[in-house]
């Protein structure tokens, strides 16, 4: 009778617990992270966590290359078959969401306070995607290098200014111990070009488009600051003080630490190198003011809800839910990235107040620069690239500029302003 | 005319060998900078790409890298996932294309010269202009799964291999070669009261062993190099094949050694076919003079 009793016990009780199971409805969610198992250690906590912590919904993760995450999303959105939750590089939300790709989040009020605002996607009114971090830009430098050049080391209330920093690239040069004064990473092509770039042509002045309107490029990208900009660029490669398009990658990835270049343009994801390298002799430092205020990109990944989701509500309760202090600080301690609060940085190791990234945090909070939000952002990204490098190259400055300026300006037009 | 003198021919032959040897190098080298790389942490395999050393296994030679590949992603799926799809498509393609040009062959009908133009036509158009037609149309199509019935083939084995069983060059290398063959053995066995599928099956069949070689090689190498369409119908993970899986190894640090350690480990499979078809499809190529 008691084996009797236990066994209909367990088979009730079972079947109670695959009645919960069957109760939460399945939210698909996709993921650029395949390859980093360190990433998504971090998101697999999360989803485990989300799931035991309600009965209504069951997350399944998909992830995908990076690389080739952005064409499997249009892909599947051509075929109708995106999943609930997609993640998006930030700059290119606006042309997801416009596209019809994704809807606007759920979020309760005040979800977003205390968030950096590279880690808001926001467009069109609406907020369509958030990220759990954002990524920063600095000047890295050895203070040992600075000093015996008598180079003043250089402040977030007082960076370097455009003849500052011009003489002591010279300067640096000059001393003949290194290949080339700075990196400005031109290995790197693709979207590094505009994050990493284009905040210079804002410190002068300029910008890829127009942000008051969105519907042109003309006078943002080949106005006098532009040009100004552009003429200083292409000064950088004539007189070699930063390596060119040529540029291999293995030396872009070690080239500072092997003291080939004395400063490198380069971002967080790489600072620990450097100060595992360098220890106390590693600088941090904020991006020079050419005129307008020193500037650096911002947006990364960050988490959307698919507007082909029959369970927005669930989507953004995931995210809402991910968007906790905890996650993100874990987050930034499995990937190196700036959390996207400051409650979460000071929850990290590395960005916390005497963390050794804790520069980061400042340095995105104070500088940071979205790059235009648009969805024509995708296309003008594509012509900003090829304006830098043959410039670089020698191309006529002005002449290089308006080239992309034509071709950015076509593309809107045959959008039809993409609804501005 | 004058006798080449026994001293010439051997300087003749010194020289064939030497320049063949030198070709024969530039075609090995990539694969030996590969293998050895694959064999060396990455700031080792970065600094030796500037000499010689990047052909040589010297160093810090280990096999980490292979372990660390095989931890960052499934590889021993992928290439189950490519040999499957490979390995049927490929003998699915040889059976249907040796078919279908048996009958442009041998066969008379009405507008076979026409489709056989049309299906060649299909040479020049590439891929990527039908793929998003493609998508469109084995996303609608039905399929009948463990899971039951259902509307589209996304995420299956099947969409990355019945597209592909009967392609425009396959047939062409089949008409090609059958073409060539002696009329008098076709007619001897239809004299001899033979069906055409007898015919295919005991006479065509057993005497076109190199252009099977060729068709099967050519035919591998596009599908086991496949990664458009794999990337837009697999959106999981189960079914993704080698050229994809790639990708996961190009993060933004790229970690070299272990690139090289999965290459290494796919291309094997390549190579063994070849190897293992290699007389064929030489005697292939001399025999019709096509290139592959």
């Known amino acids: ?420 | 005319m004058a006798a080449v003198k026994p001293a010439n021919r051997g300087v003749n032959l010194w020289l064939r060998y030497t320049l063949l040897t030198f070709v024969a190098l530039i075609f090995i080298f990539p694969i030996v900078f590969m293998v050895v790389s694959s064999l060396k942490p990455d700031q080792q395999l970065l600094v030796d790409t500037g000499s010689l050393r990047a052909f040589l296994p010297v160093g810090d030679i280990s096999l980490n890298n292979y372990f660390e590949a095989f931890e960052r992603a499934p590889v021993g799926l992928f290439i189950f996932n490519s040999i499957l799809i490979t390995g049927v498509t490929v003998a699915l393609s040889l059976f249907v294309c040796s078919f279908g040009a048996f009958s442009f062959a041998f066969l008379k009908w009405r507008g076979r010269d026409v489709i056989l133009a049309i299906i060649i036509a299909t040479l020049i158009v590439p891929f990527e202009t039908i793929a998003i037609p493609m998508l469109l149309v084995v996303n609608n199509l039905p399929m009948v799964s463990s899971s039951g019935f259902k509307i589209g083939w996304l995420n299956s084995y099947q969409v990355q291999i019945v597209p592909f069983i009967a392609d425009g060059l396959t047939i062409f290398l089949f008409v090609q070669y059958f073409r060539d063959l002696p009329r008098e053995l076709i007619e001897a066995a239809r004299i001899d009261g033979a069906s055409w599928l007898q015919i295919y099956r005991r006479v065509i069949v057993p005497i076109s062993g190199p252009v099977f070689a060729t068709a099967a090689i050519l035919k591998f190498l596009a599908m086991y190099n496949q990664y458009l369409w794999p990337l837009m119908v697999a959106q999981s993970e189960q079914y993704r094949p080698v050229m994809v899986g790639l990708q996961y190894f190009f993060q933004l640090n790229v970690a070299w050694g272990e690139v090289m350690a999965y290459l290494t480990v796919i291309t094997l499979p390549v190579l063994v076919f070849y190897l293992f078809l290699q007389r064929a499809f030489i005697a292939s190529i001399a025999s019709t003079g096509i290139k592959g």
Do not use: C
């Open chain 1, 1 to 420: 009778m008691n084996k009797l009793t236990l066994f209909g016990g367990a088979v009730v009780l079972s079947t109670l617990l695959a009645s919960t199971a069957m109760a939460q409805t399945e939210l698909s969610m996709w993921y650029h992270g395949a390859g980093n198992p360190n990433e998504l250690e971090v998101l697999d906590v999360i989803i485990d966590d989300f799931n035991g912590s309600q009965s209504d919904w069951n997350v399944v993760l998909e992830k995908f290359p990076q690389e080739s995450y952005n064409e499997s999303v249009v892909a599947a959105a051509l075929a109708g078959n995106l999943p609930d939750i997609i993640d998006v590089d930030g700059p290119v939300m606006p042309n997801w969401a416009w596209a019809g790709y994704m809807a606007p989040l759920e979020l309760s009020d005040g979800a977003l306070d205390g968030f950096l605002p590279g880690a808001i996607g926001e467009w069109n009114g609406n907020i369509y995607s958030v990220g759990l971090w954002d990524a920063g830009l600095a000047i890295f430098a050895r203070k040992s290098v600075l000093e015996a050049n008598d180079i003043r080391v250089p402040t977030l209330d007082n960076p370097w200014n455009e003849a500052e920093f011009d003489a002591l690239l010279l300067k640096l040069q000059a001393t003949g111990d290194f290949d080339f004064a700075i990196d400005m990473g031109m290995a790197w092509t693709g979207e590094w070009y505009p994050y990493a770039f284009s905040p210079f042509l804002q410190s002068f002045g300029g910008d890829i488009m127009d942000r008051s309107t969105y519907k042109t490029a003309e006078g943002a990208l080949n106005g006098d600051a532009a040009i100004a900009f552009g003429e200083w660029w292409q000064a950088l490669f004539a007189r070699d003080l930063s390596p060119g398009t040529s540029q291999d990658g293995a030396d872009r990835g070690s080239g500072f630490l092997e003291g080939k270049y004395a400063l490198q343009w380069n971002g967080n994801w790489a600072a620990l190198p450097a100060l595992e390298k360098f220890g106390d002799d590693m600088l941090f430092l904020p991006a020079p003011d050419f005129g307008n205020g020193p500037r650096i990109g911002a947006a990364s990944w960050q988490f959307g809800v698919s507007a082909s989701s029959e369970n927005q509500d669930g989507a953004s309760a995931f995210i809402e839910f991910a968007m906790q202090d905890k996650y993100l600080a874990q987050f930034s301690d499995a990937i190196g990235l700036i959390p996207a609060t400051a409650a979460a940085a000071a929850m990290s190791k590395n960005y916390k107040s005497g963390g050794p990234l804790e520069v980061f945090f400042g340095l995105s909070e104070n500088q940071a620069t979205l790059r235009p939000v648009t969805p024509g952002y995708v296309v003008a990204a594509l012509d900003f690239e090829k304006a830098m490098a043959d410039i670089a190259n020698g191309a006529d400055v002005p002449d290089a500029l308006d080239a992309a300026v034509d071709a950015i300006n076509s593309d809107i037009e045959k959008n039809s302003g993409y609804g501005f």
